[in-house]
């Protein structure tokens, strides 16, 4: 691979900032200044520093990010805020995408990253991917609202959903919902179909990977080995 698109393909630098960098000496490929950044190099076993900071190699980056409310979940919008705008300049030279999408007004986990194909599985309805809601409702849920979740909601427009575990506190005004499947409004859908509303809505978990609460809205954190090999693997 190119020594400049290696630098741009990690969102380090642009090319043209980087052959400014490698005029001065910025860039060295095994500890020696380099000044053609056309030379190709391994990016698995040749080291690459960009002034002073060694570039490890990852094709593919994966992101935590705790959706605040009001951001829509895209890479662009001409009239709202868009999730990829909280993720600094480097990641988003990366082109990182969400995974899935949250309503305009959740909050909570939202994964982002370049790798389509785990990205694509992870949506696939085929694969049975859980995710865990934390919700309030206006009104306490009417009783038999568990059963009926296990059983399978029917919607309004007559869609039949797939069993979810409806798990209430006390009060029955709020509580967990975990879901296989991902449709449009599904959460606040199912609730309307028992005669209340979402007052809240917050996404706590994603394929087995847990919102790290020490992430405040809006802030992010890749993920870590652990959660990267969970979300990419096949079973
Ligand atoms: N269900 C909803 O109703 N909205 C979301 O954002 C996610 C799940």
Not at 16 to 29: M, P, Q
Request: proline share 3%.
């Amino acid at each position: 691979m190119r020594i400049d698109k290696f630098i741009s393909e990690l969102g380090i630098a642009s090319r043209k900032e980087a052959s400014r960098a490698a005029r001065s000496g910025g860039v060295t490929v095994n500890g020696a200044a380099v000044s053609d950044l056309s030379r190709h190099i391994n990016p698995e076993c040749d080291v690459v520093s960009y002034l002073g900071r060694v570039l490890e190699y990852n094709k593919f980056v994966y992101v935590m990010l705790n959706k605040p409310a009001g951001y829509v979940s895209a890479t662009d919008d001409k009239n709202l805020p868009y999730v990829t705008e909280l993720l600094p300049e480097e990641y988003r030279r990366r082109e990182l995408f969400p995974v899935g999408r949250l309503d305009r007004d959740t909050v909570g986990l939202m994964i982002l990253t370049n790798d389509g194909e785990t990205a694509h599985r992870a949506l696939s309805p085929k694969h049975h991917v859980k995710k865990l809601y934390r919700f309030e409702a206006a009104e306490p849920l009417a009783e038999g609202a568990e059963e009926k979740f296990l059983s399978g909601v029917t919607l309004a427009d007559g869609y039949e959903c797939k069993s979810a575990v409806l798990k209430l506190d006390e009060g029955r005004r709020s509580g967990t919902v975990e879901l296989t499947e991902g449709k449009y409004h599904q959460i606040k859908r199912m609730i309307a179909s028992t005669g209340n509303r979402v007052t809240f809505l917050e996404r706590i978990a994603f394929a087995g990977i847990t919102l790290d609460e020490s992430l405040k809205r809006g802030e992010w954190r890749e993920l870590t080995e652990d959660e990267a090999r969970q979300l990419c693997s096949k079973e």
